[in-house]
């Protein structure tokens, strides 16, 4: 049941119709039970995971909050947070580590034996763990409160909108709208909330659907793509995870709204970003900031000298890669956005444009850090490390090949599309009530005008229906 | 993001509904448009299903003859002039474009023989339709996707059915696989449109019967190569015809198994050209005998290429040669005798 399924559009206009006619603790009863069962959807053999992780994790929380000893608080905040990445590491990692072996010992001449334990990933494991651990550690810093309502924690970690591919939350972002009675969203909040639907549906199933299919097509076949072809597929990823996740965020968002929840944002226009550093405090913040909190900080940060932060830097982005995916592509996609991050920390020219509208002056620094994007989703997407690194010498040396110039059209017709409500969005955020020069986002936004915003919808709609049919696509970041 | 204070005038929604409405007429409207010159689009993967739905319907009831197979059979054995020399009194053949075994059997065991109950049923077959392959596939996943054959075969879910509808009131929705890619849609309103086969009343293929070998279009020995490069006979296909003769051994059909004559070029296309026929022949053959069937080898004896239209379908005069071959087998069935 995906968001962009019609089952799940039934499934939530239910959910809706019945969960503002409860009071508030039966809402949250009936929003645990949506939930799990939203999950067990998908396969309900790992929904005792779920539920025995939640148990565990709402039981070490009192236990927490019970004592002062710190010897104790220690031992059962470090129990619980080995206890989390023992369960990603043996559901994740496991097959990744043993072939990992295996060919470390036959590279040194050992024979291994190629084992595997046909582990299946269950669906959002990384997201609950890693919200999980943030609960946990949060009392333990004394930060929040341990939860005394069963129900309310159960909803934390399985409120069915964020529960898949995040975002990834924290107790105080949520805990708090759980334990509160929520007020019933007006019209306003309801038409804003079908709005963020449609919009994270086009970006899915318009955008980055169609440009899979042309991803695919490039990246299967590397070697006998020009140079050209796969600079054009490696767009393509670059638009397609973009609108596949973004619009899973906003989906998630929307759905949330509709329940009279408010779930932050977890992208800010990240292609406009002028640095590595921008782009990260702008793309999947919810993972990047839960990095900076849990790791990056309590490494030491910037706090111990130039290359303490650049082992920390890179320590983190390399298990940023991992936390994607078992395997050494996603590893260096992290180390490659690591040492990025590192250079642009030791050039000190690292430019922060996250809080100023999109400005001329900014493109040529946004092309440099979004190549360097594209650079690394060029490992992030190809199946093995030598694929990649063969898209990466073909496109430098510009080799000729096949081009698939449906490619060049597809993105000539979607990019602008991401790229204009990009620069409209960025401007609205920074400065609400400054007069943006298209008229699009005020007439939208704050005076929605009928005729244009009907004229959209239309569009939208019958994009949908053009580029629907067949059996749903499933989200990129569902498979994390 | 920020929140912003959201000003509506009375009448908005109206104006709003209004407007969404125009734009999607206008969008269907330009689809009507277009449509024309693209190629038309049924409910089913190609016109000729729709062709023997009708030609089905029309000899609705119980069948003495039904021929099932590809367009080798279709081309090259009518139940009408098997009639007319002796044969059944009522037959269809209901053949397929470039199948795999899978999608025949498929086709046959969930949807034609859901509606008839034929006395007999004559299997032709040749190599092609036991290779794997892209073709092979594409072809059984057309068929299993398509609306036509989930309604007939009883699989149409809710959601198939909500779409089914779309397409069948909106232009747009109906072909948007030709709207969804700009640079396709261009070269589908230059091409040539294809012109649908044209069956006779039996469902007979009629086209290409007055052609010869040396008049064969190089698209047509291209598609065939295609298809029988690094041929080997695939286990899924011969367990698919085990399945189909089984089904039909359940139902007390009695089924005449035909290899259906080919050229040397056709089995030359293979890697291994002879022995791979070889192979075919023996596997095919032995899931003939084991499930029930009688079996007609007509590459028994020689085929000139004069007869042939393409390297492996029969012209006319070919047809006219086989056709009382047919006829003795099936005169040589138990139920017959």
Redesign the interface.
Request: glycine share 6%; net charge positive.
């Given at each position: 049941m995906t968001f962009n399924s019609l089952p799940y559009a039934a499934f939530l206009a239910v959910v809706t119709g019945v969960v503002w006619r409860l009071r508030h603790r039966d809402q949250n009863r009936f929003l645990l039970a949506v939930s799990y069962l939203f999950y067990g959807a998908w396969d309900w053999r790992f929904l005792a995971l779920l539920v025995g992780s939640t148990v565990i994790g709402y039981t070490a929380g009192i236990a927490l909050e019970g004592t002062d000893d710190p010897a104790r608080r220690r031992a059962i905040v470090m129990s619980r947070v080995a206890l989390n990445l023992a369960i990603l590491a043996v559901f994740k990692y496991a097959n990744f580590f043993l072939a990992s072996a295996v060919a470390g010992l036959e590279a040194v001449g050992l024979s291994g034996t190629e084992t595997s334990l046909r582990i299946i990933l269950p669906i959002a494991i990384s997201y609950y763990t890693f919200e999980e651990i943030s609960y946990t550690v949060d009392i333990y810093r004394r930060d929040i409160r341990a939860c005394r309502d069963p129900v309310a924690y159960g909803l934390f970690v399985a409120f069915f909108p964020k529960l898949v591919a995040g975002p990834i939350l924290r107790p105080r972002e949520l805990l708090p709208q759980i334990e509160r009675p929520r007020v019933r969203p007006d019209g306003d909040r309801v038409l804003s909330a079908l709005g963020l639907l449609l919009w994270g549906l086009v970006k899915k199933v318009v955008i980055a659907d169609t440009l899979a299919q042309l991803t695919n097509e490039i990246y299967a076949r590397p070697g006998s793509q020009s140079g050209l072809g796969l600079a054009l597929g490696t767009l393509c990823f670059a638009g397609q995870i973009y609108g596949d996740f973004s619009g899973y965020t906003d989906m998630a968002r929307g759905a949330a709204r509709l329940l009279g929840f408010e779930l932050p944002l977890n992208f800010r226009q990240p292609y406009l970003s002028s640095s590595l550093t921008a782009f990260w405090r702008t793309w999947h913040i919810s993972l990047s900031s839960w990095l900076r909190d849990y790791l990056y900080i309590p490494l030491g940060g910037n706090r111990q000298g130039l290359n303490r932060t650049m082992v920390n830097l890179l320590t983190v982005m390399v298990l940023g890669g991992l936390w994607h995916g078992a395997g050494w592509t996603f590893l260096i996609w992290g180390a490659i956005h690591g040492v990025a991050l590192g250079a642009e920390r030791l050039s000190g020219r690292a430019v922060d444009n996250t809080e100023t509208v999109a400005r001329w002056q900014d493109l040529p620094r946004i092309l440099v850090t979004f190549a360097v994007v594209c650079l690394a989703w060029v490992f992030f997407r190809a199946p093995t490390v030598g694929d990649a690194w063969t898209i990466v010498v073909r496109i430098a040396t510009l080799a000729p090949g096949d081009t698939m110039w449906t490619a060049a059209v597809m993105l000539a017709l979607l990019g602008p599309v991401l790229v204009v409500t990009d620069v409209v969005q960025r401007r609205i955020q920074v400065d609400p009530e400054e007069p943006v020069d298209s008229r699009l986002g005020p007439a939208l936004l704050r005076r929605p005008r009928p005729v244009l915003t009907g004229w959209l919808v239309g569009v939208a709609l019958t994009a949908l229906v053009v580029t629907s049919g067949g059996q749903p696509v499933p989200f990129i970041y569902f498979q994390f | 993001?920020?929140?912003?204070?959201?000003?509506?005038r009375p009448?908005?929604?109206r104006?709003?509904?209004?407007?969404?409405?125009?734009?999607?007429l206008v969008?269907e409207g330009a689809a009507r448009v277009v449509a024309p010159y693209l190629e038309p689009v049924g409910r089913w993967p190609r016109a000729d299903y729709t062709g023997h739905e009708k030609g089905l319907a029309a000899r609705a009831g119980d069948l003495d003859l039904l021929v099932l197979g590809s367009s080798v059979v279709g081309r090259d054995i009518s139940p009408d002039r098997l009639r007319d020399i002796g044969g059944p009194a009522v037959g269809y053949n209901y053949w397929l474009a470039g199948p795999p075994m899978r999608s025949i059997d498929l086709l046959a065991t969930d949807v034609v023989l859901q509606r008839v109950s034929p006395s007999v049923v004559l299997l032709g077959v040749t190599m092609r339709e036991f290779v794997d392959g892209p073709s092979a596939r594409a072809h059984l996943e057309a068929l299993r996707?398509s609306p036509g054959f989930q309604a007939a075969s009883g699989r149409l879910g809710w959601?198939d059915r909500?779409?089914d509808r779309?397409q069948q009131v909106?232009v747009?929705?109906r072909h948007?696989?030709d709207?969804?890619?700009?640079?396709?849609l261009v070269h589908n309103i230059q091409a040539e449109p294809l012109v649908p086969e044209q069956l006779g009343a039996d469902g007979y293929l009629l086209d290409r019967g007055d052609d010869h070998l040396a008049d064969e279009p190089a698209a047509h020995v291209a598609q065939e190569q295609a298809v029988m490069a690094g041929y080997e006979v695939n286990p899924a296909d011969v367990d698919a015809l085990r399945h189909l003769l089984e089904v039909l051994r359940d139902r007390g059909v009695e089924v005449l198994v035909v290899n259906l004559p080919v050229t040397e070029r056709f089995i030359a296309m293979a890697d291994d050209r002879r022995a791979d026929y070889e192979a075919y022949l023996r596997q095919v053959r032995a899931a003939a005998e084991e499930g029930g069937a009688a079996w007609l080898d007509t590459m028994d004896r020689p085929w000139p290429d004069r007869l042939f239209a393409d390297v492996n379908h029969l012209n006319n005069q070919g047809a006219a040669r086989l056709q009382p071959l047919v006829l003795d087998a099936l005169e040589r069935l138990p139920a017959a005798g």
């Open positions: - | 993001m920020a929140q912003h204070s959201v000003v509506r009448g908005w929604g104006r709003f509904a209004l407007s969404v409405l125009v734009t999607l969008v996707q959601i909500l779409d779309l909106s747009l929705a948007r696989t709207f969804r890619d700009p640079v396709a």
